[in-house]
């Protein structure tokens, strides 16, 4: 199948903590980004990468770290995690000329 | 940046009953896209719609760039139709572009 995955599916994990969340594409898109939606069901970018190259930051703190070994991969690490980290992160991809942008089926990641 | 408006933001039908959603955007632009997302957290794209209509089924999408708005049609509603319905639309600043979203429309439909 033709999609964006990532995972875990579910992620549940104690405060200070190390994590890591993968998203693989086989669209052939060349960007991928990372979205975060809160309690509230607001959806805001968080990075975009670009062919592996950092695009876009939108302020997050630097426990987050995106990496992308290639442009079909995109992995999310967060360090010392926070409560107010629980939220549901979505993994997106998109092509210059394709019609629109493409989610993964999110992870839900709750600290306790 | 762009702002993405979107009423109403909590919608309850019967089973059976039409509803138009509706998203306001604050400056041009060339790439519109609804989401659906389920009960179960998973975002179904539903429409590409930067401009003009389309029609999915029960579902058709309208929009009018010139006058920055989209419209999304359901006709009679099914209660799998249930979820948070969102448009999201492209912002271009500095040679990067990312998709802004909308705040949804929260639509329940009951049997």
């Known amino acids: 199948d033709t999609a964006v995955s990532q995972t875990p599916k579910y992620l549940v994990t104690q405060m200070g903590n190390d994590k890591s969340i993968k998203c693989e594409q086989n669209l052939g898109h060349d960007t991928m980004y990372w979205y975060k939606q809160d309690s509230k069901k607001f959806l805001k970018i968080m990075f975009s990468y670009n062919n592996k190259e950092l695009i876009i930051n939108e302020t997050v703190p630097n426990r987050f770290s995106p990496k992308s070994p290639d442009k079909a991969h995109l992995n999310l690490h967060i360090n010392s995690l926070e409560l107010g980290d629980s939220a549901v992160y979505f993994c997106a991809s998109s092509h210059r000329d394709s019609r629109g942008y493409t989610f993964g089926s999110g992870t839900r990641l709750t600290v306790v | 940046g762009i702002q993405v408006e979107q009423s109403p933001p909590d919608l309850i039908l019967q089973e059976g009953a039409n509803s ?54 359901i006709s009679s509603s099914q209660t799998t139709d249930s979820g948070v319905y969102f448009c999201a639309v492209i912002s271009t600043q500095g040679g990067s572009e990312k998709l802004v979203f909308g705040k949804g429309t929260k639509l329940t439909v009951n049997p």
């Open chain 2, 20 to 73: 138009t959603l509706r998203c306001n955007f604050s400056d041009s632009v060339n790439n519109l896209q609804w989401f659906h997302q389920n009960p179960w957290g998973q975002l179904i794209n539903l429409f590409y719609i930067p401009s003009g209509t389309k029609q999915n089924g029960r579902l058709s999408a309208t929009t009018v760039a010139t006058e920055r708005y989209s419209l999304l049609y």
